[in-house]
């Protein structure tokens, strides 16, 4: 089975902070993802890599940078929290040939206070 | 601008009746759709999927159908389950470009014992 782990489930930031969310994957796919998830709104994308080092960025990047220096390892950072960026944050990986789905980690619920 | 498109928000079913989910999708270049399941506090969990050369794949108690003319699909559970209450998200990726996926909102399934 597909692993994505996130390393945090629940997180509380102040405003200003810089803000790490870490992802890890053991199945050695090429591309890993980030979203978030607000109500009424779904998943939105936030940042992808297709391999290491590689980054693209999503519908809402403003406010993220990502780092991707190693294939099983994608991080997801908040340069200088805000409130508005309180969320869902869920990581999911996939491989790259043919159709294969993305596979999700459980999440972290972020507060920015 | 939204391109996948679930414009139930909710869907109440009696345990053993069939639930019907639908989207709805604008872009033409889209190949590949995928049905995600949800429960409160985890991450999505994929379900099933369709390539846009089929117009319908099963498995199990789940079928999705894919009516590329209307850009319209749909996820049937037969028979439902009071398991089976979650938010279900409907997702398409484009033929050309990176695996990114496009979410819908999300239609929360209850079934009711």
């Known amino acids: 089975d597909v692993k994505v782990t996130q390393s945090s489930r629940y997180l509380v930031k102040r405003t200003g902070e810089k803000v790490f969310l870490e992802c890890v994957q053991d199945?050695?796919?090429?591309?890993m993802f980030w979203y978030r998830q607000d109500p009424g709104l779904g998943l939105r994308l936030i940042y992808f890599?297709?391999?290491?080092?590689?980054?693209e960025k999503g519908d809402i990047p403003e406010g993220y940078s990502v780092s991707r220096e190693k294939k099983e390892r994608f991080s997801l950072i908040l340069e200088s929290a805000s409130t508005n960026q309180t969320s869902m944050y869920l990581c999911?990986?996939?491989?790259?040939?043919?159709?294969?789905?993305?596979?999700f980690g459980d999440g972290t619920r972020l507060s920015i206070l | 601008d939204q391109q996948v498109k679930q414009n139930s928000p909710s869907l109440s079913v009696q345990e053993g009746r069939i639930s019907i989910l639908n989207c709805d999708y604008t872009?033409?270049?889209?190949?590949?759709f995928l049905w995600y399941k949800k429960y409160p506090a985890e991450g999505p969990t994929f379900l099933i999927s369709?390539?846009?050369?089929?117009d319908k794949n099963e498995d199990g108690r789940f079928t999705v159908f894919l009516n590329k003319s209307a850009k319209h699909l749909s996820l049937h559970i037969v028979p439902s389950q009071p398991g089976d209450s979650a938010v279900y998200f409907c997702?398409?990726?484009?033929?050309?470009?990176?695996?990114?996926?496009?979410f819908g909102t999300g239609t929360r399934l209850t079934v009711i014992p």
């Open positions: 999911a990986s996939s491989l790259s040939l043919g159709d294969q789905p993305q596979h």
């Open positions: 199945m050695d796919h090429e591309n």
């Open positions: 890599s297709y391999d290491v080092k590689m980054k």
């Open positions: 872009n033409s270049m889209f190949d590949y």
């Open positions: 369709i390539s846009s050369i089929k």
């Open positions: 997702a398409a990726r484009r033929s050309a470009g990176a695996n990114n996926l496009f």
